[in-house]
């Protein structure tokens, strides 16, 4: 039961009464859409999901720190009731600091249920905190970035979940810090975390006003995606809601890459396509590569087809190399693969391919949309160099390990298997483009899993098809078709092992040199304690961080990867439909006039 503190108010109170009325009804006119009785809103700590250390008070929206507070491990958290339900679209609470107490180790933030309450806010994975003490933004890890001003006995820190674009800000005092974290999780909870004796904070759930005016930020977003969504390009036939819709269908098509239903969809409806036939096309195969585990292969296509797009998302790109790492040992990527073959056929493996994609080599059915950009030593354009903090548990650095210089695996290394396999699309083909231009020479390897006779493998052939065509299902995950076979790291090649641990040591460089040219990041550093951990346990794919080789894993890569490149070409990263169709639960009245 929750403890009654001084100013609490007992249910059937008449204040108590009126306190809930302005509750609901400030709830209800800032979150419009939620139906509470399917996702309830959060209102108070939960007095069952937190750590033994926290009390809580005055119906439970007070709480007080009543631990030993020596050290990291003693820090206790706690979730609020519920989750913030997603169609709020954006939520927001704020937290006043009525004491610092000893130190001021407080943290507020978000987590994900589940999550250790032994622990501040932002230390952990699906945890994101704002820390008190020294200002730092923590990102599922115990090393924290420079982000705000700290904050100490008086001051008001606010909490914005912007569930559109799967953001969050902070505000202190009613003024907004600017962006804290990028790409959060759905079903977050607001949650606290305090560290030593004598912190004590007290919530604002909507109880009260709040100090910040989100409510003008909010119809500064409904206006921006109205806005959007109005300035949409219609065409001729203005004002016909047919034709918007087919213009929104349509964009969505070719936003992910559905080139032939794009073209079959645009015909039908005559409707016109603002991105070149090629184009999508280029983005459909590079999406393809991402999706069968050839990230290696995705890099250097996406580098030659859109010079510099890497070198200017250095985040991106060092994604896109964790994810080639992970590949490496699900044995999927040609960086290893390839040494299947080779060693059987005592074929020489080429020089140690760098982490930067080759730019000298092109290749002739590649679509190029631009001169070639020039080549860096890891992939990035060298910045000025940034400081970087951390601190508190979890903040261990990987050691540094020399590597060579390798080049690049080339881009037409292909994980193809029976090209005679029927392929159901390519009958479109003759009205867009002749297959001639969408073929690239393929080299067929195995991938990973050991191979007998029933494996579908075709060794040291060479073949032209075009890559990963819809109709070839036997590479649709990156995993070959070998039910009796079991998995190995690398394939269980041991020259393959040998460039995935030397791609690692390439791989803790890069991280390195970004960290020197823009400070240091949590997130890489987790991205890369998590892809290193699979190389702890003798089967990676059954243990505690297994679920990364999971082909699934490769879908938000692929996305961000998608987003980047229309980004590139001054096309919308996300497409309008999506957009209209977040807001179209929204009863608010400046909706039902647009409607």
């Given at each position: 039961?929750?403890?009654?503190?001084?100013?609490?108010?007992?249910?059937?109170?008449?204040?108590?009464?009126?306190?809930?009325?302005?509750?609901?009804?400030r709830?209800?006119?800032?979150?419009?859409?939620?139906n509470?009785?399917?996702?309830?809103?959060?209102?108070?700590?939960?007095p069952?999901?937190?750590?033994?250390?926290?009390?809580?008070?005055?119906?439970?929206?007070?709480?007080h720190y009543?631990?030993?507070?020596?050290?990291?491990?003693?820090?206790?958290?706690?979730?609020?009731?519920?989750?913030?339900?997603?169609?709020?679209?954006?939520?927001?609470?704020?937290?006043?600091?009525?004491?610092?107490?000893?130190?001021?180790?407080?943290?507020?933030?978000?987590?994900?249920?589940g999550?250790?309450?032994?622990?501040?806010?932002?230390?952990?994975?699906?945890?994101?905190?704002?820390?008190?003490?020294?200002?730092?933004s923590?990102?599922?890890?115990?090393?924290?970035?420079?982000?705000?001003?700290?904050?100490?006995?008086?001051?008001?820190?606010?909490?914005?979940?912007?569930?559109?674009?799967?953001?969050?800000?902070?505000?202190?005092?009613?003024?907004?810090?600017?962006?804290?974290?990028?790409?959060?999780?759905?079903?977050l909870?607001?949650?606290?975390?305090?560290?030593?004796?004598?912190?004590?904070?007290?919530?604002?759930?909507?109880?009260?006003?709040?100090v910040?005016?989100?409510?003008?930020?909010?119809?500064?977003?409904?206006?921006?995606?109205?806005?959007?969504?109005?300035?949409?390009?219609?065409?001729?036939?203005l004002?016909?809601?047919?034709?918007?819709?087919q213009?929104?269908?349509?964009?969505?098509?070719?936003?992910?890459?559905?080139?032939?239903?794009?073209?079959?969809?645009?015909?039908?409806t005559?409707?016109?396509?603002?991105?070149?036939?090629?184009?999508?096309?280029?983005?459909?195969?590079?999406?393809?590569?991402?999706?069968?585990?050839?990230?290696?292969?995705?890099?250097?296509?996406?580098?030659?087809l859109?010079?510099?797009?890497?070198?200017?998302?250095?985040?991106?790109?060092?994604?896109?190399?964790?994810?080639?790492?992970?590949?490496m040992?699900n044995?999927?990527?040609?960086?290893?693969?390839?040494?299947?073959?080779?060693?059987?056929?005592?074929?020489?493996?080429?020089?140690?391919?760098?982490l930067?994609?080759?730019?000298?080599?092109?290749?002739?059915?590649?679509?190029?949309?631009?001169a070639?950009?020039?080549?860096?030593?890891?992939?990035?354009?060298?910045?000025?160099?940034?400081?970087?903090?951390?601190?508190?548990?979890?903040?261990?650095?990987a050691?540094?390990?020399?590597?060579?210089?390798?080049?690049?695996?080339?881009?037409?290394?292909?994980?193809?298997?029976?090209?005679?396999?029927?392929?159901?699309?390519?009958?479109?083909?003759?009205?867009?483009?002749?297959?001639?231009?969408?073929?690239?020479?393929?080299?067929?390897?195995?991938?990973?899993?050991?191979?007998?006779?029933?494996?579908?493998?075709?060794?040291g052939?060479?073949?032209?098809?075009?890559?990963?065509?819809?109709?070839?299902?036997?590479?649709g995950?990156?995993?070959?078709?070998?039910?009796?076979?079991?998995?190995?790291?690398?394939?269980?090649?041991?020259?393959?092992?040998e460039?995935?641990?030397?791609?690692?040591?390439?791989?803790?460089?890069?991280?390195?040199?970004?960290?020197?040219?823009?400070?240091?990041?949590?997130?890489?550093?987790?991205?890369?304690?998590?892809?290193?951990?699979?190389?702890?346990?003798?089967?990676?794919?059954?243990?505690?961080?297994?679920?990364?080789?999971?082909?699934?894993?490769?879908?938000?890569?692929?996305?961000?990867?998608?987003?980047?490149?229309?980004?590139?070409?001054?096309?919308?990263?996300?497409?309008?439909?999506?957009?209209?169709?977040?807001?179209a639960?929204?009863?608010?009245?400046?909706?039902?006039?647009?409607?």
């Open positions: 039961m929750a403890e009654l503190g001084a100013g609490s108010l007992l249910p059937g109170d008449p204040a108590s009464n009126d306190q809930e009325q302005e509750l609901n009804e709830l209800k006119r800032l979150y419009p859409a939620v509470e009785e399917e996702t309830p809103l959060p209102r108070s700590w939960s069952k999901d937190k750590y033994s250390y926290i009390g809580l008070s005055q119906n439970n929206l007070r709480v009543k631990g030993h507070g020596k050290n990291h491990k003693d820090a206790a958290s706690v979730r609020a009731t519920h989750p913030i339900p997603a169609a709020c679209g954006i939520y927001y609470f704020e937290v006043k600091i009525v004491s610092k107490g000893r130190d001021g180790y407080m943290g507020i933030g978000l987590s994900a249920q999550v250790n309450m032994n622990r501040l806010p932002g230390w952990d994975k699906h945890s994101y905190g704002y820390h008190g003490d020294d200002g730092h923590f990102c599922s890890s115990g090393t924290g970035q420079p982000y705000g001003p700290t904050f100490t006995t008086g001051d008001v820190i606010g909490c914005c979940v912007n569930l559109i674009n799967n953001t969050c800000f902070y505000t202190k005092n009613g003024h907004s810090l600017g962006v804290a974290f990028t790409d959060l999780p759905p079903n909870y607001p949650t606290v975390g305090l560290q030593t004796p004598g912190e004590i904070v007290d919530a604002n759930f909507g109880q009260q006003p709040f910040f005016d989100i409510e003008d930020y909010m119809s500064e977003w409904r206006a921006k995606i109205h806005g959007m969504i109005a300035r949409f390009p219609i065409g001729e036939r004002g016909e809601w047919q034709t918007v819709l213009n929104m269908v349509s964009s969505y098509l070719v936003h992910h890459g559905y080139c032939a239903t794009a073209m079959a969809f645009a015909r039908a005559e409707t016109m396509i603002q991105e070149d036939q090629t184009s999508i096309k280029n983005r459909q195969r590079i999406q393809k590569l991402v999706l069968a585990g050839r990230v290696g292969e995705a890099i250097e296509a996406t580098q030659q859109y010079p510099g797009l890497l070198e200017r998302n250095p985040n991106l790109l060092f994604m896109l190399k964790c994810r080639q790492f992970v590949e040992v044995g999927t990527d040609s960086e290893v693969r390839c040494f299947s073959v080779r060693s059987k056929t005592q074929d020489s493996y080429p020089n140690s391919p760098s930067s994609p080759r730019h000298g080599a092109t290749n002739p059915h590649l679509h190029s949309t631009g070639d950009s020039p080549t860096y030593s890891n992939g990035v354009t060298p910045s000025n160099k940034n400081k970087s903090h951390s601190k508190y548990p979890g903040a261990s650095s050691s540094s390990s020399p590597s060579s210089s390798p080049s690049s695996v080339n881009y037409s290394e292909s994980n193809s298997t029976d090209s005679t396999k029927s392929q159901p699309h390519s009958a479109t083909s003759n009205q867009e483009t002749s297959d001639s231009e969408m073929e690239i020479e393929a080299e067929h390897y195995s991938n990973g899993v050991a191979e007998n006779s029933s494996t579908r493998i075709m060794n052939t060479y073949k032209h098809q075009e890559i990963l065509q819809g109709g070839d299902s036997s590479v995950n990156g995993v070959a078709d070998d039910g009796c076979g079991s998995r190995q790291l690398c394939g269980g090649n041991q020259a393959a092992t460039r995935m641990i030397q791609f690692g040591r390439e791989l803790q460089a890069l991280n390195e040199q970004l960290s020197r040219q823009y400070g240091k990041n949590a997130t890489h550093k987790k991205m890369l304690q998590d892809a290193f951990s699979l190389l702890a346990y003798s089967d990676p794919w059954n243990c505690p961080v297994g679920q990364q080789l999971d082909p699934t894993q490769r879908e938000a890569i692929c996305s961000a990867l998608n987003s980047a490149i229309l980004e590139s070409q001054n096309l919308p990263k996300q497409p309008p439909l999506m957009l209209a169709l977040g807001q639960t929204d009863p608010s009245p400046g909706n039902v006039q647009d409607r």
